[in-house]
């Protein structure tokens, strides 16, 4: 049964804590995607990796941090330096060219207290 | 802000009527594609439309691209209550690498 999955699927954090968001896919797929969603908004791409071992910022690394050590998974580190962090992630990997579709996790809601 | 702008933000027609929802960039776009998200759950691929084509169907579905206005339309044809969901454009920037999605359209189709 092919996927990908994210956890946990709601995440509560102190604030200046550091928090592992995991994401995990079967797909066989060489790209991984880290994306945040904002109420009302679209996705807005935090790091995406092309293969193991590398991976590039997106439009809005600041305050977050990734690993691509395996080919399935692809953590995201959101940092006590992100100060606005409480959003919805979500993870998406694909083949990698532009004509592949992305296949999404579920998500995660991350809330800052 | 290279997200796309998508028309309307919100939509609510009755079961059975069209649904036809709108997106622009402000530059060239290539292989268009269109998502699918439900309430608080992850995105799910809808229909891509390649930069050489200016039509494509699937199902219900309808796509037009435009290049020359950098615009792309979604029709939903028979609407249903299940249709009920947020939609999203997304595209590549020319040469670029990285999905740039649109702000979304709101559908609500009522039974």
């Known amino acids: 049964d092919g996927g990908i999955t994210q956890s946990p699927k709601y995440l509560f954090r102190k604030e200046g804590q550091n928090v592992t968001l995991s994401c995990e896919q079967n797909?066989?797929?060489?790209?991984m995607y880290w994306y945040r969603q904002d109420p009302g908004q679209g996705l807005r791409l935090i790091y995406y990796?092309?293969?193991?071992?590398?991976?590039q910022k997106g439009d809005i690394a600041e305050g977050y941090s990734v690993s691509r050590e395996k080919k399935e998974s692809f953590p995201l580190t959101v940092t006590s330096a992100q100060k606005n962090p409480t959003a919805f992630y979500l993870c998406a990997s694909s083949m990698g060219r532009q004509v592949d579709e992305q296949f999404f996790g579920p998500g995660t809601r991350l809330t800052v207290l | 802000s290279q997200q796309g702008e998508e028309d309307p933000q919100a939509l609510s027609i009755q079961e059975g009527e069209n649904a036809t929802m709108n997106c622009s960039y402000k530059?060239?776009?290539?292989?268009l594609q269109w998502y699918r998200q439900n309430s608080g759950r992850g995105l799910v691929h809808l229909i891509l439309i390649r930069s050489n084509e200016r039509e494509k169907h699937s199902g219900r579905l309808r796509v037009t691209l435009d290049t020359s206005k950098k615009s792309s339309s979604l029709l939903i044809t028979a609407s249903r209550a299940a249709d009920t969901a947020s939609y999203f454009c997304?595209?590549?920037?020319?040469?670029?690498?990285?999905?740039?999605f649109g702000a979304g359209t709101i559908l609500r189709v009522k039974s």
């Open positions: 997304a595209g590549y920037m020319e040469y670029g690498n990285k999905l740039v």
């Open positions: 530059t060239s776009i290539n292989n």
């Open positions: 797909l066989n797929h060489d790209a």
């Open positions: 990796s092309q293969i193991v071992n590398d991976f």
